[in-house]
Nanobody, 125 residues
Framework: QVRFVESGGGLVQPGGSLRLSCTAS????????VYWYRQAPGMQRELVAK???????TYADSVKGRFAISRDNVKSIVYLQMNNLKPDDTAVYYC???????????????????WGQGTQVTVSS
């Protein structure tokens, strides 16, 4: 089973950029769809972006045009490039994976109990 470690978070000013990394351990990484979620204080966890094993991508409306998800199957890493960051992007960011390509992202949360520690992103002046 694949496990992930998130990294790359930090404090950035509005309008700035960060690149998050989701590094996988385990085999057969290239067959997994990978999901980035985030959770702000007092809020439900929400999908940010998804990349399928074929490279198709999906984004939350709130990040379209600003965030880009990509994967390097050789290195077993999925990246989340975040540009033009806003204070509303402040959250803990988590990655997760499944062999299935979910389109119901709330169902995904119900079906997955294991999550890593995430990486904190704080956007503030």
């Amino acid at each position: 089973q694949v496990r992930f470690v998130e990294s790359g978070g930090g404090l950035v000013q509005p309008g700035g950029s960060l690149r998050l990394s989701c590094t996988a351990s385990g085999s057969l990484f290239d067959i997994y769809a990978v999901y980035w979620y985030r959770q702000a204080p007092g809020m439900q966890r929400e999908l940010v972006a998804k990349i399928t094993n074929g490279g198709s991508t999906t984004y939350a409306d709130s990040v379209k045009g600003r965030f880009a998800i990509s994967r390097d199957n050789v290195k077993s890493i999925v990246y989340l490039q975040m540009n033009n960051l806003k204070p509303d992007d402040t959250a803990v960011y988590y990655c997760n994976a499944d062999r299935r390509d979910y389109s119901d992202y709330e169902q995904y949360l119900e079906d997955h109990d294991y999550w890593g520690q995430g990486t904190q992103v704080t956007v503030s002046s």
